[in-house]
């Protein structure tokens, strides 16, 4: 039994302190790889530093929509650089915020059609955030999948993660070609909508993840996330589709690798020693201060 987190920020100051720590409890909860994803220019720097020192580390790289406003030219071009390395497996996150507002909704809007548009000729997968923006999510995502229906891509175009949207909404996601993931609050004793939707999700479609630092799972709400609870996650799901924890487990990883096609060399077996044994083991976030928002 393996579980795979696909979003995490393992890259953030709040895992500085103990970061190989956290990845051994990774470990023993049963996760063989996390995908560690970028928010800005910085973060995903520090995000494919870390899939170089550290082997179930893989990356993806973006700029989330609430630094859409530091999206210029050169720093496309930046990212587009990083990308080029072998362990990002995706471009992300990307997508629209309208609840915090953190950037213009009209700049947001363009550094999404941008990194989508980067996302379709670099032919990799793209980790998609929403937050109160479904509707037009959803307008620019089927405009973009209509022009891939003949690439590579098409059918494993991304991710939306951590899921807000309704059922609906996630079925035409999944029609367009998206995957759809769940985090933490499918796992709040007060959840609502999420039991539902997760009920009626198709199995092939679903991945887990933790988003950690941020959206820790029942019963450590409030706290630090990490990738370890992740299985928190999938033992609820799999409580929700009433059906064994192993099953779950060994669908959606297998769902993960379809999308991300992770490409490791060597064994796996001692995948959580570090690539390379000189690197430095702390990372110095940059602007500890943004972290604190919810990535
Ligand atoms: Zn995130």
Redesign the pocket.
């Known amino acids: 039994m393996t579980l795979i987190d696909t ?1 995490a ?1 393992l890259d953030f100051h709040q895992f500085d302190a103990d970061r190989p720590a956290v990845l051994e409890r990774a470990r023993s909860a049963g996760v063989e790889l996390l995908v560690n ?1 970028g ?1 800005d220019l910085a973060s995903s720097r520090r995000a494919v530093k870390l899939a170089e020192q550290y082997e179930p580390i893989f990356a993806a790289v973006g700029m989330h929509p609430h630094d859409a406003v530091k999206l210029d030219g050169a720093t496309l071009a930046e990212l587009r650089d990083l990308a080029q390395q072998t362990k990002v497996v995706a471009v992300g ?1 990307i997508g629209l915020d309208f609840y915090r507002d953190l950037s213009p909704r009209d700049v947001q809007r363009r550094a999404f059609q941008a990194q989508l548009a980067w996302a379709a000729k670099l032919g990799k997968p793209v980790i998609i ?1 929403d937050r109160d923006a479904h509707a037009e999510i959803i307008e620019i995502l089927a405009d973009w999948a209509a022009e891939l229906s003949d690439s590579p891509l098409a059918g494993r175009l991304g991710v939306l ?1 951590t899921f807000s949207g309704d059922a609906a909404m996630a079925e035409r996601a999944i029609d367009l070609g998206f995957y759809i993931s769940l985090s933490g609050p499918v796992t709040y004793p007060n959840a609502r909508k999420l039991p539902d939707i997760v009920r009626a999700l198709p199995l092939e479609r679903l991945l887990v993840e933790t ?1 950690c630092p941020f959206l820790a799972p029942h019963p450590h709400r409030g706290k630090r996330n990490e990738p370890a609870y992740v299985r928190l996650v999938a033992e609820r799901i799999a409580e929700l589709k009433s059906m064994s924890f192993d099953d779950l487990a060994t669908a959606t990883t297998a769902n993960a690798r379809r999308l991300f096609r992770f490409e490791t060399q060597g064994s796996t077996s001692d995948v959580y020693q570090t690539a390379t044994s000189s690197a430095p083991r702390t990372l110095n976030a940059k602007h500890p201060t943004r972290n604190s928002k919810r ?1």
């Open positions: 979003h920020h994803v928010a996150e955030h993660h988003d990535k």
